[in-house]
């Protein structure tokens, strides 16, 4: 009676795939993230909202639901089962106007988030491994603009920019006002990797500065980079919202979820058209707290000492 043997066989790609997945699971901080519900909480908040903006920005038309619909739906109209958010003054639907809302949130946030922290992280690092009057010169400029409020820092930046450019200046001056927070943060954590002796080590084997900030120095931050720019994101989004509902962000007619809040508190809160804010309002409640969920998670999960560090 004979046995057979069976043998898989499997490509290095597949090893080195299977690899990073048991390496993934058997993470401490993905356990801890994992174990910590209000963390979850965030991260399924965050996966709704993306979902909801990437089915927007392919099946919504953004220029028929930027255009009147008067005399073809009702003015004003209560939620209802044709429409679920109600219409506002232009009888234009509120469901794919705050859905598109949430393609707008994440795009600019995105950009706002990675440009100012692209920057924050560069000066940070160069200041740390510099010192002296380079670091001087940078952090000082830093606690210039740290020592404005960061709305009203936003609000005289982006005046300086044209209006023609929409929600996009405010981008820019959200980058300038975030650029200081980064750049202290990844200072601090930069200055506890320079004092390891295998960056003398390396040093003195000849490496270049940028192989040194790059290779050695910046690997060793990114714990409190990601946390910085995870709470930082539901930050953007509601300070976008903010400069739109001020009249310096989004131009009249996008759908942008700030705006919309601003129509509706001028035009329909005190009339008793409650939903033309309060769903706009609502998505981006949720959005912040869904960000700020997963940011603090992580941040308790990569170290909880790191809460003094960020805040």
């Known amino acids: 009676m004979s046995t057979e043997t069976k043998t898989t066989t499997e490509t290095p790609a597949e090893m080195g795939e299977r690899g990073l997945i048991d390496r993934f699971r058997a993470s401490p901080f993905v356990s801890r993230l994992l174990s910590n519900r209000l963390a979850l909480a965030g991260i399924a908040i965050i996966v709704a909202m993306v979902v909801i903006a990437i089915y927007a920005r392919l099946f919504i038309d953004l220029e ?20 679920l958010f109600g219409t506002d003054g232009q009888a234009r639907s509120l469901l ?11 795009l600019f946030g995105t950009v706002t988030v990675a440009a100012s922290t692209a920057l924050g992280v560069g000066l940070g690092i ?3 491994y510099y010192g002296d009057v380079t670091d001087n010169v940078i952090m000082r400029t830093m606690d210039v603009l740290l020592a404005f409020p960061s709305l ?3 609000l005289a930046l982006v005046a300086i920019f044209p209006d023609e ?12 006002v975030y650029t200081p927070r980064f750049a202290r943060v990844v200072r601090g954590a930069a200055l506890t990797v320079l004092e390891n002796e295998y ?9 270049a500065d940028p192989r040194v900030l790059v290779r050695h120095v910046l690997p060793n931050c990114l714990a ?19 400069l739109s509902f001020l009249g310096f962000g989004a131009e009249a007619g996008t759908p942008s979820w700030g705006l919309m809040l601003s129509n509706g508190v001028s035009q329909g809160l005190l009339t008793g058209i409650w939903w033309w804010s309060f769903f706009p309002g609502l998505f981006l409640a949720l959005t912040v707290l869904g960000f700020n969920l997963l940011g603090d998670g992580m941040r308790d999960a990569l170290d909880p000492r790191m809460r003094e560090a960020v805040d």
Do not use: C, K
């Open 165 to 176: 450019l929409g929600l996009w200046r405010a981008v820019a001056a959200l980058t300038l």
């Open 199 to 207: 960056i003398d080590a390396t040093v003195a084997l000849g490496a």
């Open 126 to 128: 160069i200041a740390a």
């Open 96 to 106: 794919p106007r705050v859905a598109y809302g949430a393609w707008y949130a994440m």
């Open 224 to 242: 409190p980079i990601t946390v910085q720019s995870t709470l930082n994101f539901g930050l953007a989004i509601i300070d976008l919202a903010a």
């Open 64 to 83: 028929v639901i930027s255009q009147s619909q008067l005399g073809t739906n009702p003015n004003r109209a209560a939620p209802s089962v044709e429409y």
């Open 152 to 154: 009203l820092l936003a």
